[in-house]
């Protein structure tokens, strides 16, 4: 009574209480095999008189006798203080789900810098962005609301921070990636459907549904997707037949 307070006021300060593993509960029809194996062990018994007493071959019983005997072993045998190691197969799963995690963030932030160059350069195929080296400036379109735009701070080319500051640095980026800038021709406003059609394109048939893992691998899918998009894909102006049939 009093070993059983002691221990319950040790749970109650929070220190670690001993830990005991009561005898186990042998059921009725397995008793005779544990009592078997005891007299063996003992020596009371041979294997052949045991396995004889409770019915079951030589073998048999000699099979079982030995896994309970491993088993009991196992228990006794002296293990090193502190937790178990880590299996050698779960530190290389831990290790190589964290390099994913890594990959997978900075392919994420590839993915990002890809749809925003897409949209920089939608933008300039629309004639929304203009870029004379360092001195980037709007167009006559973007020119028009600048007065309310200076006023929202949100959308001045002269604001780093504000969208068209945003717009403007990809734009640069693209430059020195040795993106090539095509104008249109004057009064020919339908020639950047044809631009915006394919932006879009790309993006929700190819990039949305790849995620590259290099420049090379960006090129080469973008280069695959413009074969498909030229000469392989159904054309409305044909009667959704193939380009190339």
Known sequence: MLRARLVGSMGKRGKKTPSYTPAPAIAPEV?????????VVSGQWTVTEAAAEIGMSRLRFQILMHRSLEAMVAE?????PG???????????EAENARLRRENENLQGRVGTI???LGVASDMLKGRI???????RTSSSSTSTAGMS??????????????AGHKLDGAEEMRELGVRVMRITARSPNLNAYAERFVLSIKSECLDRVVPSSE????RIVGEYAKHYQHERNHQGIGNELIEA
């Open 130 to 136: 203009e870029t004379r080296g360092r001195q980037a």
């Open 115 to 117: 749809d925003r160059l």
């Open 216 to 219: 090379g691998h960006l090129r």
């Open 150 to 163: 200076s006023k929202k701070g949100s959308n001045d080319s002269e604001d780093p921070g504000g969208e």
């Open 31 to 39: 008793a005779p095999r544990v009592q078997a194996v005891l007299k």
């Open 76 to 80: 006794l045998a002296q293990k090193a």
């Open 83 to 93: 937790r178990p190691a880590v299996p050698t197969k779960q530190r290389e799963l």
